[in-house]
């Protein structure tokens, strides 16, 4: 920047500016800290909200299918076999030929149904995806009612829920 | 004394200045304090929603096990009397079962006990004292 004179001869008109009191700084820095505070808290509780929203739907989403693909499975199924190793178990028509098999995915952290008919996999399907641990599902059999339990995770959220579906008679 | 070009500039931008009005610093307080309000709201509405998805799949689930429970029983001709068993609440739920009997002579279902052979239950799944899912289905003496 050029400036060959003094700030006074450069803009003459300063001379007679009050400027501001000391009060009136401190009184726009507590404005400003006031507005900056509750625009920083909003940002800082949208992004958790958001984050907890997103997690809560994530586990109420894998309750939600796992919930419908074995109520499907188990409304067609006549006998539940329990499995082993990372299998927890098929369920069964009563002339065997189609089976839905259960098993963890340990890798993706997931439920995985897969269908067979006549003993050939015909499809694979992820019907809960926040499964952290193979503990965290099991199946349990009292006569023809499966009793299935799910806990899904995802961030701090957890939740956990019983289901209880009859299997047909014959 | 002698001003440059850039003095001059300088000169004619700061006798120009005028400031900002009380006007519209409230002004800009007021769009800020409006942007801030409708963020809070949208934070309030996705809280209220995902809230509202979490009670209505539990619910489902346990109006649906409940529901699975008197399918997987036998058939209670009075159910008043010797109730079809009772799925475990999730804590902050509440289960409630209603029966209605069939009524062979008019078609119609009555609460009144009676063996006819159908009965229509419903399953009522409540939290907070508000009703969260409500289902029925038929249970068929065979």
Same mark, same amino acid.
């Given at each position: 920047?050029?400036?060959?004179?003094?700030? &006074?001869?450069?803009?003459?008109?300063?001379?007679?500016?009050?400027?501001?009191?000391?009060?009136?700084?401190?009184?726009?820095?507590?404005? $400003?800290?006031?507005?900056?505070?509750?625009?920083?808290?909003?940002?800082?509780?949208?992004?958790?909200?958001?984050?907890?929203?997103?997690?809560?739907?994530?586990?109420?989403?894998?309750?939600?299918?796992?919930?419908?693909?074995?109520?499907?499975?188990?409304?067609?199924?006549? *006998?539940?076999?329990?499995?082993?190793?990372?299998?927890?178990?098929?369920?069964?028509?009563?002339? $065997?030929?189609?089976?839905?098999?259960?098993?963890?995915?340990?890798?993706?952290?997931?439920?995985?149904?897969?269908?067979?008919?006549?003993?050939?996999?015909?499809? !694979?399907?992820?019907?809960?995806?926040?499964?952290?641990?193979? @503990?965290?599902? *099991? #199946?349990?059999?009292?006569? *023809?009612?499966?009793?299935?339990?799910?806990?899904?995770?995802?961030?701090?959220?957890?939740?956990?829920?019983?289901?209880?579906?009859?299997?047909?008679?014959? | 004394?002698?001003?440059? $070009?850039?003095?001059?500039?300088?000169?004619?931008?700061?006798?120009?200045?005028?400031? +900002?009005?009380?006007?519209?610093?409230?002004?800009?307080?007021?769009?800020?304090? #409006?942007?801030?309000?409708?963020?809070?709201?949208?934070?309030?509405?996705?809280?209220?929603?995902?809230?509202?998805?979490?009670?209505?799949?539990?619910?489902? *689930?346990?109006?649906?096990?409940?529901?699975?429970?008197?399918?997987?029983? +036998?058939?209670? +001709?009075?159910?008043?009397?010797?109730?079809?068993?009772?799925?475990?609440?999730?804590?902050?739920?509440?289960?409630?079962?209603?029966?209605?009997?069939?009524?062979?002579?008019?078609?119609?279902? !009555?609460?009144?006990? &009676?063996?006819?052979?159908?009965?229509?239950?419903?399953? !009522?799944? $409540?939290?907070?004292?508000? @009703?969260?899912?409500?289902?029925?289905?038929?249970?068929?003496?065979?």
């Amino acid at each position: 920047m050029n400036m060959t004179g003094k700030p &006074r001869d450069v803009f003459p008109h300063f001379n007679q500016e009050r400027g501001t009191s000391i009060v009136e700084v401190l009184v726009a820095m507590s404005i $400003s800290l006031i507005v900056f505070g509750v625009i920083a808290t909003s940002m800082v509780q949208f992004f958790l909200v958001t984050r907890w929203g997103n997690s809560q739907l994530q586990i109420t989403n894998d309750i939600q299918v796992a919930s419908l693909w074995l109520g499907r499975d188990a409304l067609e199924a006549s *006998s539940f076999t329990a499995g082993t190793g990372n299998v927890y178990g098929i369920l069964n028509w009563p002339d $065997s030929s189609h089976q839905f098999r259960y098993s963890y995915d340990a890798l993706d952290q997931a439920l995985v149904r897969e269908h067979i008919v006549d003993g050939l996999l015909q499809t !694979t399907h992820t019907v809960a995806r926040y499964i952290l641990d193979q @503990n965290d599902v *099991s #199946f349990s059999t009292s006569g *023809s009612l499966l009793t299935v339990s799910i806990t899904s995770t995802s961030g701090d959220e957890i939740k956990s829920v019983n289901i209880e579906f009859s299997m047909r008679a014959r | 004394m002698k001003y440059s $070009s850039t003095d001059h500039l300088l000169q004619k931008i700061a006798r120009n200045e005028k400031g +900002a009005t009380l006007v519209e610093e409230l002004m800009t307080v007021a769009i800020i304090g #409006f942007g801030i309000v409708i963020l809070v709201a949208m934070i309030t509405t996705g809280v209220i929603g995902v809230r509202q998805v979490d009670d209505k799949v539990l619910a489902e *689930s346990l109006a649906r096990s409940q529901l699975e429970m008197i399918k997987d029983a +036998a058939y209670e +001709a009075d159910p008043g009397a010797s109730p079809y068993s009772s799925v475990t609440p999730i804590s902050g739920y509440i289960v409630s079962v209603s029966i209605e009997y069939w009524n062979a002579g008019t078609g119609n279902f !009555t609460p009144t006990q &009676r063996n006819d052979g159908l009965q229509k239950v419903t399953v !009522t799944v $409540s939290t907070g004292g508000t @009703n969260i899912v409500q289902t029925a289905a038929f249970k068929v003496d065979r």
